[in-house]
């Protein structure tokens, strides 16, 4: 996974999503190391032309890794998602969509990984409807090398079907937990890039 900050500009369209999505799941599968929150403390918090719909939600997201220490984001990581048990939120697709984990929403992705050709790490401890796994997969198919693959076609469906039905959702859960103040601000800005993922698919 790639931890690599979005730049505002001297990137095209589809480079900046794939880093978008890229930075997404790293920022979602584990509390972010020091050197990536360094990179976002000082990123680049103005768009290209003024007023662009992402622009808010980043400045807000840049602005609470700022606010607050590595520890205190760490904590919250741990203190959201991870812990002994259930945790306080879930980041899998398969909850949102049918209330239990590992149901028929993880076999259908499944499926539909098999066809891309593409197969889950067994070195990866969690399964493939995590949502760090799917930002994964999309930022593949934008930038990956096979074009029978990485295309918009590819990208719409798979974007239709595993991470637009619920990825609002989690977001939604995340920004009203009480102790949620970096990732609050994480899931505004993965909204509003979700939503304006949507609507680019809609124009197709």
Known sequence: MTDRIPVSSALDEETARAE????????????????LLAQLRVAVTEAPAAGGFLEEPWRQFVAAARELSDRQVADEYDTLFGGVGKPEIFLFGSHYLSGFLNEKPLA???????????ARDET???????IAYLCEVMRYLIAGDDVE????????????????PWATRMCETIAGHPRAR?????????????????QGFDMM
């Open 20 to 35: 978008v999505y890229g930075l997404l799941a790293a920022l979602y599968y584990a509390p972010p190391g020091p050197d």
């Open 108 to 118: 259908h992705l499944r499926s539909d990984l098999a066809a891309l050709g593409l």
């Open 124 to 130: 990866m401890p969690e399964t493939e409807d995590h």
């Open 149 to 164: 693959v990485a295309n918009l076609t590819q990208q719409q469906k798979f974007f239709g079907a595993h991470v637009q």
């Open 182 to 198: 970096f990732y609050a601000a994480l899931a505004a800005f993965t909204a509003a890039f979700v939503s304006v993922e949507a």
